[in-house]
């Protein structure tokens, strides 16, 4: 069965500190995203990946970077977490291609409380 | 820019009747696909149905059905025989061609209660 896996399920941190959180999937999909869920505002696109070291900006870059060194890895960072980042944080992968019907495959999502 | 619109935070819909969900997108690239998803309470995000650009029919799916009305380019989501369990957040998004990736955006979401 597909699987994405995200690192942590609930995540406490501190104004300031640089968060990490890691998304891994075994589809061998080319594309992965990282959105942010807040109740009325649905999932914002924060960053997504159509390659290995490959990146594009979504609709909410700001205060956020990613990396994908590897495939099946798609990292967000959250350079100096502030309490507007406070939010359920959801990665999903697809496999490439212009006519692609494939939907999305979501992880289970972290929970992402910044005191 | 692209844009995905549920206007309906909330539905409401008696145990066996029909509902739609209402969904308009923006986009000016000719190739994109529309997807609708259920988030029940547990959390996890359930794919329920695609529609391409260049599909001549609409899309169905069990008791989904798709509205794909592409001059109003609306794609509304019709749920046939609602039963309990499709109590859940519903959301429309859209995937776009775009240089070197394919960019997929979400809506708001449509919360939908069926009663007994």
């Known amino acids: 069965d597909v699987k994405v896996t995200q690192s942590s399920r609930y995540l406490v941190k501190r104004t300031g500190e640089k968060v990490f959180l890691e998304c891994v999937q075994d589809m061998d999909h080319e594309n992965m995203f990282w959105y942010r869920q807040d109740p009325g505002l649905g999932l914002r696109l924060i960053y997504f990946?159509?390659?290995?070291?490959?990146?594009e900006k979504g609709d909410i870059p700001e205060g956020y970077s990613v990396s994908r060194e590897k495939k099946e890895r798609f990292s967000l960072i959250l350079e100096s977490a502030s309490t507007n980042q406070t939010s359920m944080y959801l990665c999903?992968?697809?496999?490439?291609?212009?006519?692609?019907?494939?939907?999305?495959?979501f992880g289970d999502g972290t929970r992402l409380s910044i005191l | 820019a692209q844009k995905i619109t549920q206007t309906q935070p909330g539905m409401f819909v008696q145990e066996k009747e029909a509902v739609t969900l209402d969904c308009t997108y923006d986009?000016?690239?000719?190739?994109?696909?529309l997807f609708w998803y259920k988030q029940p309470s547990s959390g996890e995000m359930i794919f329920l149905i695609y529609q391409g650009s260049y599909d001549q029919q609409n899309a169905t799916e069990g008791r989904y059905s798709l509205n794909f009305q592409k001059a109003r380019k609306s794609a509304n989501l019709v749920i046939s025989a609602s039963q309990l369990g499709d109590s859940a957040m519903y959301f429309c998004?859209?995937?776009?061609?775009?240089?070197?990736?394919?960019?997929?955006?979400f809506g708001a979401g449509t919360r939908l209660f069926v009663k007994a």
């Open positions: 990946s159509y390659d290995v070291k490959m990146k």
């Open positions: 998004a859209m995937r776009e061609g775009h240089t070197g990736g394919f960019k997929t955006i």
């Open positions: 986009t000016s690239d000719p190739s994109y696909g």
């Open positions: 999903a992968s697809n496999p490439a291609g212009a006519d692609s019907n494939q939907p999305q495959h």
